[in-house]
């Protein structure tokens, strides 16, 4: 039928419709379901670094979401396959139809049956296909049902959308993670632009990596902030631990071309990298750590291309140069090597004495570009085997490149002794010529450079030569008063007029070497032939000390000698002139007199020779002694060396120098015994307070070291700005104090403390005061820090400070009342010895007519010595005075010894000696015993010390006594 076919269309239409409307719901819930889970797991990406698992579980609901979407639209897909189904959902959407479909939809397929009228149903069927059929199907969907999806699918999209205008790159960085997208692969633009922080990295090392000399790859590390100093085309090595995980970085170079280089990362977050240093630059890092983020470095660490160039060093001398030995001069100095340093030595060089090695000793070991300390300098026991004087030179080597070597300039020391004295000023005279010579050669070449004009610096080191040189030679004060006059006038001369001043002065300065190197010549020439004379006298005895000790006196000549020859030598091969006919075969003649010094030496030191063996070497030494002697008194060098043969000269020793010089000696010892007894108790003393009271000097020390630890920190700072030179003084005090303090020097420790910390206080007053006057808020805060950083520092050295003064109170306290009335009282005594010692010395030096003489410098060493334990006395140190006591008995006792052998009469210093032994007649033809005896009276009457009357007396009685 046809009613019936055409009800078959129908349902079939709106079985069709259904599935639409199921399928528009089921896809729009999707979407909405994926926006939601997207945008959820998209803006937790982007914050959450371990995202994986989280996206597994997202993606795991989503499915579940989705799968019951699926389900729910294939459930009403199979139900749709009954009409009764579509019937009833038609109704609902077409209230005309009411029941008239479902009635339809059931009973049309039993239309055939006899209990109901079939007419009836047909007409109902066409009614219900002609409502259909004028309902469009627009009206059958319900856009209604759609309305919750959409609503719920548009609000991921605009909140997402939202989120993309706003944060775009955070957006986008969430949608790569969420979607899986891989890092490595995703273009740059899609990665947006870095974001800046501080600092990306901790616990990082720069080193540069350089060849040593041995192949191998030396690391030599950087700046802790990271900053580079390196030679062109030097591997840079940079490693150390990322502060977040990454999952690519780069180190960017910055300069004329950005160059970037790929990190290698490992476990635990670091990193490492190597690239080279082409042109100065800046380098910082960039990464993409874990949630996707491009993170940059704010900090641009300096790469500064530097050339070659070895280290300046600067060393300020001391005022005292001249020392005892055993004496300390403290020398600071600061080293600046803008590679950095490697090493720093002090180098002991021995001017006097070419033969004997340079030491070198090392006293630092840093890569750092600044050091500065000080150094202590002692003044070894050995020096008058090397002639008395030692050149301090401090030497650093560059750290980038080996044969990079600075030098600073050579401070002298001699050993204060007239004979070195006089040797030091004839080297200082010459420094001082040329000197001159180098600054009249400027003139000569452009009389009209400024640089002419303005000396002031070689004018001022000119001036500082002739000081030392007025104050040691006082024989020709005149002539040198002169020079020093026109080398302080020099500045005024007009420069037209400088050349002619500068040749007035270095002729006045040429003649005075002449006349000291004859004068000293001389005097080593006639100690050497008293020498001679005597080792003959001695050298068939068993007297082996003293043999021993004249050898040991001849081969310090024999250095001086040879050392004045060299020069004449190369002044030879580089003048010319009168220096050419120099005698050539005085390196033989000290070499084999040498030689045959050394057999006689090795001679007597042996038990078993005879005395036939001992005459024949005595003989041979003897002659080739007196043949050295010889040729250099006969070298004549007009201008240069004037001769030395004279006619012979003899001097007298008063009388009264050795009874001076007796009577000096038997109150020093009995003054040294009274100060030795004195002396042992205040040592007791000090080692019982040592023990109790003393602080630890160990602890003291760490203390320091964590001041200065923190100094140090606070110089690598950028915002140090004026005070750097505050700091870098405060670092020199306290390195000296740390290495006195772990020597156990607490006396000298104490004093440098206290100056740091004086420094320090100042300087903490100084930054605050500089804090509040700062226009700008961050300069305030940065002064303000740098102050606060540096008290702990200050704190750390008052309590080192506290200590070291309460033990230096209980040393002062150390010392009573009655030690200082038993210093006064000794002192008193100590004085009538030194004011014996003053006239036997001077007398002595009047007699001889010189000062280089080996009797006179004993002389005027035991007065010095008596000087010494006065000053001592006075300050109530009873362990120094006994110290400089025995030194003074001990020349005495020596020059006592010389005078008493029979050298009261003796050749001058221009005089030759004989060299056939003194023989005495067996009858000497002395002066009337009258005579004799009103000179003794004479000098008996001479007032002496009340303690001392008897002593006197009776040694008057014995010369009298028949």
């Not at 003393?685 to 020390?701: E, N």
């Amino acid at each position: 039928m046809i009613a019936l076919d055409q009800l078959t269309i129908q349902v079939r239409r709106l079985r069709r419709l259904l599935i639409v409307e199921r399928s528009l719901q089921a896809m729009i819930a999707l979407l909405a379901l994926a926006a939601i889970f997207g945008l959820i797991g998209s803006a937790l990406a982007s914050y959450i670094a371990e995202f994986t698992l989280l996206r597994q579980w997202l993606l795991a609901g989503l499915a579940m979401f989705s799968g019951y979407t699926v389900g729910w639209w294939v459930f009403h897909v199979v139900r749709s396959r009954k009409p009764v189904r579509i019937a009833r959902w038609a109704q609902k959407r077409v209230p005309s139809l009411g029941q008239h479909l479902e009635t339809a939809v059931e009973l049309a397929p039993n239309i055939d049956a006899n209990h109901f009228s079939s007419g009836l149903l047909v007409a109902q069927i066409k009614q219900t296909n002609q409502i259909l059929q004028d309902t469009k199907s627009s009206s059958i969907l319900s856009f209604s049902r759609l309305k919750l999806p959409l609503l719920a699918l548009l609000v991921p999209v605009v909140i997402g959308l939202s989120w993309l205008a706003f944060t775009p790159w955070s957006a986008l960085r969430g949608m790569r993670t969420m979607a899986g997208m891989a890092v490595e692969s995703t273009p740059d633009w899609l990665l947006g632009p870095a974001t800046s922080v501080d600092s990306l990295v901790f616990d990082i090392h720069v080193v540069i990596n350089k060849i040593g000399k041995d192949g191998q790859v030396v690391e030599i590390p950087c700046e802790e902030s990271g900053d580079i100093s390196a030679l062109k085309d030097t591997e840079i090595h940079v490693f150390g631990r990322l502060n977040q995980p990454a999952m690519v970085g780069h180190l960017v170079v910055s300069g004329e071309d950005e160059k970037r280089y790929s990190l290698t990362l490992g476990a635990n977050n670091s990193f490492s990298v190597k690239f080279p240093t082409q042109s100065s630059s800046t380098w910082h890092l960039e990464v993409l750590e874990v949630p996707g983020v491009l993170v940059s470095e704010r900090t641009r660490r300096q790469i500064h291309i530097i050339s070659p160039k070895p280290p300046e060093i600067r060393v300020t001398p001391p005022e005292q140069w001249a020392l005892k030995a055993g004496e300390v001069a403290v020398i600071p100095f600061s080293v600046h090597a803008e590679s950095g340093m490697a090493t720093v030595d002090i180098v002991y060089e021995f001017p006097l004495d070419w033969v004997r090695t340079p030491v070198k000793t090392r006293i630092l070991d840093s890569t750092a570009q600044t050091a500065s300390g000080e150094v202590t300098f002692v003044l070894p026991d050995y020096i008058l085997e090397a002639g008395g004087m030692v050149d301090l030179i401090i030497e650093a080597s560059d750290l980038l490149v080996d044969d990079q070597i600075g030098r600073s300039k050579a401070i002298s020391f001699i050993l204060d002794s007239p004979g070195v004295r006089q040797n030091a000023y004839i080297i200082d005279q010459q420094k001082l010529m040329d000197l001159l010579l180098e600054m009249l050669a400027k003139t000569y070449l452009d009389p009209e450079n400024p640089q002419v004009r303005h000396l002031e610096t070689r004018i001022a080191e000119a001036g500082m030569f002739v000081k030392r040189i007025v104050d040691g030679i006082k024989s020709v004060p005149d002539t040198w008063q002169t020079i020093a006059n026109g080398i302080e006038a020099l500045p005024q001369v007009k420069p037209e007029n400088i050349t002619s001043e500068l040749s007035k002065i270095i002729l006045m300065v040429d003649e005075s070497i002449t006349t000291s190197t004859a004068s000293l010549l001389s005097a080593r020439l006639a100690n050497m032939t008293r020498d001679v004379t005597r080792l003959r006298q001695v050298g068939l005895r068993e007297a082996n000390d003293e043999a021993m000790k004249i050898i040991i006196r001849t081969r310090r000549s024999f250095k001086y000698l040879d050392n004045l020859r060299r020069e004449w030598q190369a002044s030879a091969e580089l003048h010319g002139g009168m220096l050419r006919f120099t005698p050539a075969n005085l390196g033989n003649l000290l070499a084999q007199a040498n030689e045959q010094l050394t057999a006689f030496e090795d001679l007597i030191l042996r038990s078993d020779t005879s005395r036939a063996q001992r005459r024949k070497a005595l003989e041979a030494t003897h002659v080739a002694l007196n043949k050295t002697i010889e040729a250099f008194r006969n070298v004549n060098i007009p201008g240069i060396m004037p001769g030395l043969m004279t006619a012979k000269q003899e001097n007298v020793i008063p009388p009264e120098v050795l009874t001076n010089l007796r009577l000096a000696l038997s109150l020093q010892k009995e003054v040294m015994d009274r100060t030795a007894q004195t002396a042992f108790l205040m040592r007791k003393r000090s080692d019982d307070l040592s023990v109790q009271k003393a602080p630890d000097h160990l602890r003291l020390a760490s203390l320091g070291q964590k001041a200065l630890e923190i100094v140090e920190r606070l110089q690598q700072r950028d915002n140090i700005g004026d005070f750097a030179q505050n700091l870098l003084e405060i670092t020199g005090s306290l390195s000296t104090a740390v290495q006195l303090l772990n020597q156990g020097d607490l006396k000298n420790a104490a004093s440098v403390v206290e100056a740091a910390l004086e420094n320090t206080r100042n300087s903490i007053i100084d930054m605050r005061s500089a804090a509040e006057w700062a226009e700008e808020e961050k300069a305030s805060k940065s002064l303000l820090s740098l102050a606060i950083r540096l008290s702990k520092s200050y704190e750390l050295l008052r309590e080192i400070n506290s200590e070291l003064r309460l033990w230096g109170q209980a040393r002062r306290a150390m010392v009573t009342k009655d030690d200082r009335e038993e210093a006064s009282v000794i002192l008193r005594d100590q004085e009538r010895a030194l004011s014996l010692a003053t006239k036997f010395s001077e007398a002595l030096k009047k007699s001889i007519d010189s000062d280089a003489d080996e009797i006179v410098v004993t002389a005027f060493s035991a007065k010095q010595n008596m000087e010494e334990a006065c000053e001592r006395l006075r300050e109530t140190n009873f362990v120094a005075a006994e110290a400089h006591q025995r030194q003074a008995i001990q020349d005495v006792m020596r020059l006592r010894r010389s005078l008493e052998r029979g050298e009261i009469k003796y050749q001058s210093a221009s005089t030759w000696a004989e060299e056939d032994p003194i023989e005495l007649p067996e009858h000497v033809q002395t002066t009337s015993a009258g005579g004799f005896t009103d000179e003794i009276r004479n000098y008996s009457d001479q007032q002496v010390p009340a303690r001392f009357e008897a002593v006197v007396r009776a040694y008057y009685d014995s010369l009298m006594r028949p």
